[in-house]
C-alpha cells in the first residue's frame, strides 16, 4: 500500500475517533452539566447554554487591536484572495464584528440572520440585542483555509475613551468571543504602541484565557533593527502591566502583506516569526477537541461553584422577618460568602467568578427564591469532572500526525540563501497560501540564487574584523567498534522514578490543563495545585523544585513532579529545599 494512502487512512481514522469523543462530550454536557446550569441560572450570572453548533463548530481565531494595526489585512494575507465585505485603510474602517467562515460561494450574511442559524456557533450573541447584531455579519468565501479554521475580525479601538458610546459592550462581547474561540490574536502598529483606556479593558476581559493569547507586532518593517528592539521591549513592557502577570506572552514579529519588505536585512527574522505564527494557526484543527474538553471542564468547574454560592446564599436567608436587610448584608460582605462557601465545600479559589461581577448580577435577583443543591446534581458535576472527561481524554488519538497538508502551505523561498542574494526579495509569496488575489491557487515556489563564493567572502570580510573565532579543531569520525554487539548479560536500563507509580494519573490531569507544544501555562497548573495544597509557602517551592528548566511552564513530567510533591506534602512530609537525584525527570537526566 502506497505511503501516502496508509497516512490519509490514518488521518480519517483519526478524524472519526475525534468526532466520536465530541459526539459524546455533547451527550455528556446535556446529560450531566447542563441541567445543573438551568437550575442555578448559569446563564443568567456567566454564559447562554451550549448549542450542538458550538461543539461542531471548527477552529476559531479572534484579532483584536486599536484602529489601523492591519487586522483586516492580516486575514486577506491568510486567506490569500479578498474576502466579502472587507474595508481596508489607514482610519478606522472596521466598524463592526465580522466572522470570516467558509462557503461554497461568497455573500456577506446579517448578523441577526447569522445568529438563528443552527449552522453557526453564534446562537448566543443573541442576548447583546439588536444593537450588536447590527454591527455583526458574516463574510462567507470559498477558502481552502477556511475547511479548516474561521476568523473573526473587530473593530479598531480608537485611542483614550472616544468609543464609549458604542451601543453595545464592546468588551463583554470580546469575552464571549474570546470563552468560545481557540486562539486570541491582539495585533500591534510597530508606530503606535500606546495601549488606550478601552483596549486595556478588553484585554482584562480575556482573563483566564491567557493560553490562547498571542501578540502580533505588525508592520515591522517599517523600522530598522535598533528601533525594532527598542519597540519589542516597550510591548512586552506595556503587556505585562496590563495582563499583571509575570509570564511572557508569546510576540510574533512580522509584516503580514504582500508588499516588498522595506528593510530586507530583516526578511530571515520575519520569514522565521510568519512560520512559527502560521505554524500554530495550523495546529489549531488538531488540538481542537482537546480545547473543546477544555473548556467544557473550566465550565463545569464554574458551574459547580456558582450552585454552591447559590444554595449558600438561600440557606442564609431567614423565613419571614428581615429577608431585606439579611439579603443586602450578604450583598455588601460578598467577599466573605465567598471565603466560607470555599472552606465548606472545599473549593479551590481559582475557580471562583470576579466578585464585582458577580455582585453586580445579584442586584435584581430574589436570594429567597434561589433553589439548593441536592446530592445529584452533585454526583452528576463529580463524575463528568473525575470519570468521564478522563475516560473521553483516553479515547482521543494518541499518533500525532501532521496536518500541515490540510491548510495549504508554498513551499517558500530559502531566506539564508536570499540574505546573500543579487535578486530583490521574494517576499511578494505568501508561505501560508500564495499571495492576494490568487483566489487560492498553486502554492509559489520562489528559489534564491547564491552569490558566488569569492564575492560572499569579500561582502563579509568587513563584518567580519576582528571577530572571527578561531578554526575549530576537525572532528575525527569514531571508528565502529568490530565488537560492537548486543551484550546477553547486560541489565536493562530502569530510571528510578518514583513518580512513575502514579505518572498515567497526573498524565490524564495534564491532557485535561489543555497543554500547548507540550507544556501548559502557570495560570493553568494554578487550579490543580491549589486544590492539593493550600499552604502558599509551600506551592512555592514546589513551583520551584518542579520547574526544573525555570521557564514559568511545565511539561508532563514537571506537571507530575509537582503533584507528587503535593501528594508528599499533604501526608505530612517535608518538601526538600533541593531536588534530590532520585527526583529529577528522566529527560533532564
Not at 446534581?377 to 463529580?382: A, P, Q, T
Not at 513551499?411 to 539564508?416: A, L, M, S
Not at 563564493?453 to 570580510?461: R, S
Request: glycine share 6%.
Amino acid at each position: 500500500m502506497p505511503a501516502n494512502f496508509e497516512e490519509d487512512e490514518q488521518k480519517k481514522e483519526n478524524d472519526q475517533a475525534t468526532k466520536k469523543v465530541i459526539d459524546e462530550l455533547k451527550l455528556l454536557y446535556k446529560q450531566k452539566l447542563m441541567p445543573v446550569e438551568q437550575t442555578f441560572m448559569f446563564n443568567r450570572f456567566y454564559s447562554p447554554l451550549m448549542t450542538d453548533s458550538e461543539f461542531d463548530a471548527k477552529p476559531m481565531v479572534l484579532l483584536i487591536g486599536q484602529y489601523s494595526t492591519g487586522k483586516t489585512t492580516f486575514i486577506r494575507y491568510l486567506l490569500g484572495r479578498n474576502f466579502p465585505g472587507q474595508r481596508i485603510g489607514p482610519e478606522p474602517t472596521t466598524d463592526r464584528f465580522v466572522a470570516v467562515i467558509g462557503g461554497a460561494e461568497d455573500r456577506v450574511v446579517p448578523g441577526n440572520a447569522l445568529c438563528v442559524s443552527p449552522e453557526f456557533p453564534f446562537r448566543g450573541l443573541e442576548k447583546f440585542g439588536t444593537g450588536f447584531l447590527n454591527h455583526f455579519e458574516g463574510s462567507q468565501c470559498d477558502s481552502p483555509v477556511l475547511e479548516q479554521i474561521s476568523l473573526c475580525d473587530t473593530p479598531g479601538i480608537l485611542a483614550g475613551r472616544k468609543q464609549g458610546e458604542r451601543g453595545y459592550d464592546f468588551k463583554e462581547i470580546c469575552a464571549w468571543f474570546a470563552e468560545r474561540c481557540d486562539l486570541i490574536l491582539l495585533l500591534f502598529d510597530a508606530h503606535k504602541l500606546d495601549i488606550s483606556d478601552e483596549f486595556q479593558e478588553a484585554v482584562e476581559k480575556l482573563k483566564g484565557h491567557e493560553d490562547k493569547i498571542r501578540c502580533v507586532l505588525n508592520k515591522a518593517d517599517q523600522i530598522d533593527r535598533q528601533r525594532l528592539m527598542r519597540v519589542y521591549g516597550a510591548l512586552m513592557w506595556g503587556m505585562g502591566k496590563v495582563l499583571r502577570t509575570p509570564e511572557v506572552l508569546r510576540v510574533y514579529i512580522g509584516s503580514f502583506w504582500d508588499e516588498p519588505l522595506v528593510h530586507e536585512e530583516l526578511s530571515a527574522l520575519f520569514q522565521s516569526e510568519e512560520n512559527d505564527l502560521l505554524q500554530d494557526i495550523r495546529d489549531l484543527p488538531r488540538n481542537s477537541a482537546v480545547r473543546k474538553i477544555n473548556e467544557l471542564v473550566k465550565r463545569a468547574r464554574l458551574a459547580k461553584v456558582n450552585a454552591h454560592i447559590i444554595t449558600y446564599l438561600k440557606n442564609q436567608m431567614p423565613m419571614m422577618m428581615g429577608v431585606k436587610k439579611k439579603q443586602d448584608s450578604l450583598m455588601a460582605d460578598m467577599g466573605g460568602v465567598f471565603r466560607a462557601v470555599m472552606k465548606q465545600d472545599v473549593l479551590s479559589p481559582g475557580d471562583f467568578p470576579d466578585i464585582n461581577e458577580f455582585r453586580k448580577k445579584l442586584l435584581e435577583e430574589d436570594f429567597t427564591k434561589f433553589p439548593k443543591l441536592n446530592k445529584k446534581h452533585l454526583d452528576n458535576i463529580e463524575e463528568l469532572l473525575t470519570v468521564d472527561i478522563p475516560r473521553l481524554m483516553e479515547q482521543l488519538p494518541k499518533q500525532i500526525f501532521d496536518r500541515s497538508a490540510e491548510l495549504p502551505v508554498s513551499e517558500g523561498p530559502n531566506y539564508e540563501d536570499e540574505m546573500y542574494s543579487e535578486k530583490p526579495s521574494t517576499r511578494g509569496a505568501n508561505n501560508f497560501i500564495g499571495r492576494a488575489g490568487g483566489g487560492g491557487g498553486q502554492p509559489q515556489v520562489a528559489i534564491a540564487t547564491a552569490m558566488p563564493v569569492p564575492q560572499l567572502q569579500a561582502q563579509n570580510a568587513k563584518m567580519a574584523e576582528d571577530t572571527t573565532p578561531p578554526p575549530a579543531a576537525p572532528v575525527v569520525a569514531a571508528k565502529p567498534n568490530p565488537f560492537a554487539k548486543p551484550n546477553p548479560f547486560a541489565k536493562p536500563v530502569v530510571v528510578d522514578w518514583p513518580v512513575n507509580e502514579f505518572k498515567k494519573e497526573y498524565d490524564v490531569q495534564f491532557e485535561a490543563c489543555g497543554p500547548v507544544d507540550g507544556k501548559i501555562s502557570g495560570d493553568a497548573a494554578r487550579g490543580v495545585l491549589m486544590e492539593l495544597e493550600s499552604d502558599m509557602d509551600i506551592l512555592f517551592s514546589i513551583w520551584e523544585l518542579s520547574d526544573y528548566d525555570g521557564d514559568g511552564e511545565l511539561t508532563n513530567e514537571e506537571f507530575a513532579l509537582a503533584l507528587y510533591l503535593c501528594s508528599l506534602s499533604k501526608k505530612g512530609e517535608t518538601i526538600p529545599t533541593t531536588l534530590p537525584a532520585n527526583l529529577v525527570p528522566p529527560s533532564a537526566r
